[in-house]
């Protein structure tokens, strides 16, 4: 059995215990201490390499080491680190190259300027475990897919008013557990999760407050991230080693193309820089990149990784 350390951390609670079982997979967790109560962000360890913040960056977060590696883009020579998280799980980036990292089990989303080593923001997200995120291009309103609650199990979708305050808080009645989130161009928001087993997708249109669920032609078994690519809706199957392309029409998602990440290992978040896709190979403890939409062969790997789950890119500006 392949042991991961992502979504079903949810062995923190004895009601969750049910999805790691559907899944097959025993996910290690971290203590109750650290699940609880956790210091402000200790930047010891965290490092920057000069002239770091004039180049293009891609992030990655790599949980068991609870760092966030940085690289330069695209040549993926090592620039830096971000120390000190507990679970350190998502990653998006707003327009301005602020990168965002939820850190699940500390139950705070850091905000670092594109370069920097001490966070400008934290926010707060009580009582859940923030995984997956993404910034509406049009409002720099902030989505955090909450996976869970600790302690009374299913998660939801918090969204905080221009990355500030305290979050509005939605939920849908097809999804338990949330996983990732991305919004379109004109600021559509879809997330995806599970319930029961089942893989789900809900799109929370723009300016709406209520959750409509979104029936896909393609069965995904293990939702990955989601990504606007520009053109369509990108939803990734990480058991499957591929990236599907959705148009959305209503309450509907037809597949109107699939992209395959050979050579990939558990590839569970990725980031669509235009032609290029970038995805974490969790079991393959490395960052590849593909050419995006076409897949096939990676053309690039990052290797030396412990276990990576995200990745994003900062533009430097």
């Known amino acids: 059995m392949r042991t991961i350390v992502v979504v079903r951390m949810l062995s923190l609670c004895a009601s969750l215990c049910a999805l790691a079982a559907c899944n097959s997979r025993a996910l290690p967790s971290l203590g109750p201490d650290e699940s609880a109560e956790t210091p402000a962000f200790d930047r010891h360890g965290s490092w920057m390499g000069s002239g770091s913040a ?131 161009s004109l600021g559509n928001l879809y997330v995806d999760g599970v319930k029961g087993g089942a893989v789900a997708l809900a799109e929370l249109p723009h300016g709406h407050t209520s959750l409509t669920n979104i029936a896909l032609d393609q069965s995904i078994r293990f939702a990955g991230a989601v990504q606007w690519d520009g053109s369509a809706l990108a939803l990734g199957d990480y058991e499957s080693n591929a990236i599907y392309r959705f148009k959305i029409t209503g309450s509907r998602g037809t597949k109107i193309g699939e992209t395959h990440l050979k050579g990939a290992s558990f590839p569970i978040g990725f980031w669509i820089a235009g032609s290029t896709v970038i995805a974490a190979n969790n079991d393959g403890h490395s960052v590849m990149y593909w050419k995006y939409p076409a897949g096939g062969p990676h053309t690039k790997a990052i290797v030396g990784l412990d276990s990576p789950l995200n990745a994003a890119v900062s533009l430097r500006k």
Not at 154 to 174: E, F, N, Q, V, W
């Open 54 to 184: 004039g180049k293009d960056l891609l992030y990655v977060s790599d949980v068991r080491t609870r760092e966030v590696k940085i690289y330069s883009y695209p040549s993926g020579a090592p620039q830096g680190m971000l120390a000190g998280f507990s679970e350190p799980w998502g990653l998006c980036v707003d327009r301005a190259g602020n990168v965002f990292v939820t850190d699940l089990t500390a139950m705070r989303i850091f905000e670092f300027a594109h370069g920097a080593t001490k966070p400008s923001a934290i926010l707060k997200d009580p009582g859940e475990q923030p995984g997956g995120c993404a910034v509406d291009p049009t409002t720099g309103n902030l989505a955090v897919a909450n996976v869970s609650t600790p302690y009374s199990g299913g998660g939801d979708l918090a969204i905080y008013r221009h990355a500030r305050g305290k979050p509005r808080m939605h939920k849908d009645r097809s999804i338990l557990y949330y996983e990732f989130c991305g919004y379109d």
